[in-house]
């Protein structure tokens, strides 16, 4: 065998172990540590979570960023710190998940909806209502076209949105948002009780 290919066998088996480690390897850290993570957070040993599920995190910036490991972890990270009322310290988590899922969905998808809602919910949470107010129009506008003006998860976002308007000073909208939201109720509690 030539030099020529012996160095080319060697860069090729050089490049596979290279791969292997940065993706096989790096997949079975990250879920080690997210499986961990998890089970913290679940025990609610929240000191544990973070630093597992930041763990994870690191060995998930090695995929792609429209990988769904990646949105797993920050979305638990996120979890983590709102669970524990450290709302400021999920804000950076929940603009990651909208950025991801806007990427990787398009801004119409339901799940981009779910995100903005989030991250709206958030801000509201901290008092940071004119940031919130966009996202939660945003939401009603993606949800409102695929289920209708008059669905139950519509109601809920317009109840939160109403929320931040009143805070907002903004109370005749407000009111209109929460007379739509009983409107729907009383709709919804019509239907259950038909026979």
Same mark, same amino acid.
């Given at each position: ?90 804000? %950076? ?55 209708? %003006? ?23 909208e407000a009111e209109k948002l929460e007379a739509h939201v009983k409107s729907i109720e009383a709709k919804q509690k019509n239907n259950d009780s038909s026979p």
């Amino acid at each position: 065998m030539s030099k020529t290919k012996i160095l080319a066998l060697i860069v090729a088996v050089i490049g596979s172990l290279l791969y292997l480690k940065t993706n096989f390897f790096s997949t079975l850290s990250w879920e080690k540590y997210l499986d961990a993570g998890q089970a913290a957070l679940m025990k609610k040993n929240y000191a544990e979570a973070e630093q597992k599920l930041r763990q994870a995190l690191k060995e998930a910036e090695n995929f792609s960023e429209g990988d769904p490991r990646l949105r797993l972890t920050v979305a638990n990270l996120a979890k983590t710190y709102r669970e524990q009322g450290k709302d400021a310290e999920a804000m %950076p988590f929940y603009k990651r998940i909208l950025a991801i899922d806007e990427k990787t969905l398009g801004p119409e998808h339901p799940v981009v909806a779910a995100s903005l809602n989030n991250l709206a919910n958030n801000y509201r949470i901290l008092g940071k209502y004119a940031e919130a107010e966009p996202l939660y129009r945003r939401a009603l506008e993606i949800w409102v076209k695929i289920l209708g %003006p008059d669905d139950l998860l519509v109601a809920h976002v317009e109840e939160s949105y109403a929320d931040t308007l009143r805070n907002m000073g903004r109370v005749p909208e407000a009111e209109k948002l929460e007379a739509h939201v009983k409107s729907i109720e009383a709709k919804q509690k019509n239907n259950d009780s038909s026979p």
